[in-house]
């Protein structure tokens, strides 16, 4: 098991911190920004036999039926376009999962961590470079024409702080004040303030690239896991029950506030038991591909989950996770980057065969991204240190099969051993919010008219 930098693990505790309790914690250490969403109060929305089957994220003034109707008014306007963003903590090695397999210079900067000459599919759009043998899945849609490469993505003057970096990519700015988003201000321009769903990170809790500042955004574990449960009670007599507690949603309040809102909160566990049922019991989500099993990650089954929901018409606009490993290898990197690589690819794989068997596909795009890249020299614990430019993805059947941004090469390392960045994230923010998303994004990503708009779709 490669072992993680304070400097990463630190900031996974404050991450965490800020996100579960929903306040401000003090910073660790001076200068450190705080994520984005620091102070967004929590509430849970339909509480369930253990823990919640939905937090929302602002939306403080309404009811559960107000949000029981702006959902259901959201998902009868029809379907949108959806992002899908899967993020690779730690800072993922992007020399091991495009690796410049002939470059001699390679072999001498990594005499134990350099992959085999041909380990890995051939990338057809460089030759110099070669697939990590644990992206095959990747390699797969790449040849289907569905995945766009971004070989060097990242910004200049990078500190290489896990800290600042992965802020800055969830702002969407090399800010430190910044306190939203960039998928929160773009929820904030087009979003409404009754449906939650429409910016959801699937996870226990806020992903802080959706903090918004005034719409509100939600997260669940996966529809799959919306249940209830009483002691002593279970099979048919609990059916039963069920039925019971939510038929006292149809009863007459006599205009008792109180009775009002006890109706409205059984008439609302009742009908989402009722929507979420076909998600529930030993089959899942009912996915008609199968998807990698684990029991040591739930990103198959949360890809397998957002692919049911979106199929079943929840008005899902954005949606945030985080893939399985982690990617700050200092040490031992082989091992644990090719686990972690592999069963993200075959999970990616998997979410976009579902979505084609579905017929939703064409509406899907998933971008694929880390903090930074890691140091082109390795070190002395068999693992790499923290660089600069990293490797970045979108995959869907709309995406231009092209690369962004050319491989930058290791003769021309900057002046700390890294790789230099030939494409800026904010550029393929932008490109991502006008093209894809439809929106202008000199609103949302600060000074985005400094940054060059590469064609992502076709």
Not at 149 to 156: E, I
Not at 166 to 181: C, I, M, P, Q
Request: contains cysteine; neutral net charge; aromatic residues 6%.
């Amino acid at each position: 098991m490669a072992r993680a930098c304070n400097d990463f693990s630190r900031s996974e505790l404050v991450r965490r911190g800020l996100a579960e309790a929903g306040r401000g914690l003090p910073a660790i250490e001076r200068g450190m920004p705080l994520p984005a969403g620091t102070g967004l109060d929590r509430r849970s929305f339909l509480a369930r036999g253990a823990g919640l089957a939905l937090a929302i994220y602002g939306g403080h003034a309404l009811l559960p039926r107000a949000l029981e109707d702006g959902i259901a008014a959201a998902a009868a306007a029809g379907p949108q376009r959806v992002l899908v963003s899967v993020f690779l903590d730690g800072g993922a090695d992007s020399l091991s999962m495009l690796y410049p397999a002939g470059d001699p210079l390679y072999r001498r900067l990594r005499p134990r961590l350099a992959l085999p000459a041909s380990a890995g599919p051939a990338f057809s759009e460089d030759a110099r470079l070669r697939w990590h043998p644990s992206l095959a899945a990747l390699a797969t849609l790449h040849a289907e024409g569905k995945v766009t490469v971004l070989p060097g993505v990242g910004y200049a003057g990078a500190d290489q702080s896990h800290f600042t970096s992965r802020h800055y990519w969830e702002v969407g700015a090399t800010s430190e004040s910044l306190r939203t988003g960039w998928l929160g201000r773009y929820l904030d321009r087009v979003g409404t303030a009754d449906n939650p769903l429409q910016g959801l990170s699937l996870e226990s809790r806020l992903q802080p690239a959706l903090a918004t500042a005034r719409m509100p955004v939600a997260a669940i574990d996966g529809p799959d896991r919306y249940d209830f449960w009483t002691r002593g009670v279970w099979g048919d007599v609990e059916g039963r029950l069920l039925e019971a507690m939510g038929a006292l949603g149809a009863l007459p309040t006599g205009g008792d506030p109180a009775l009002a809102q006890a109706t409205a909160a059984a008439r609302q566990a009742a009908q989402l038991r009722q929507q979420l049922r076909p998600f529930a019991g030993k089959e899942g989500v009912g996915s008609p591909v199968p998807y990698p099993a684990t029991e040591r990650d739930a990103f198959p089954r949360r890809l397998a989950g957002l692919a049911a929901m979106l199929a079943a018409g929840l008005p899902v606009r954005v949606a945030s996770l985080e893939a399985p490993g982690m990617y700050d290898t200092h040490d031992d990197q082989p091992q644990a980057l090719a686990d972690g690589l592999k069963l993200t690819a075959d999970s990616l794989l998997a979410f976009q065969r579902d979505l084609e068997a579905r017929g939703i596909a064409d509406r899907v795009l998933v971008h694929v991204w880390s903090e930074f890249g890691r140091r082109a020299q390795e070190n002395g614990s068999n693992g790499t240190d923290h660089g600069a430019a990293g490797a970045g993805f979108l995959i869907g059947s709309r995406v231009r099969p092209t690369t962004i941004g050319e491989f930058p090469g290791l003769a021309r390392l900057d002046r700390d051993g890294n790789l230099r960045p030939t494409s800026d994230f904010r550029g393929l923010y932008a490109a991502i919010l006008e093209q894809w998303l439809d929106t202008d994004a000199a609103g949302i990503i600060p000074g985005a008219s400094r940054f060059a708009r590469p064609r992502i779709l076709r």
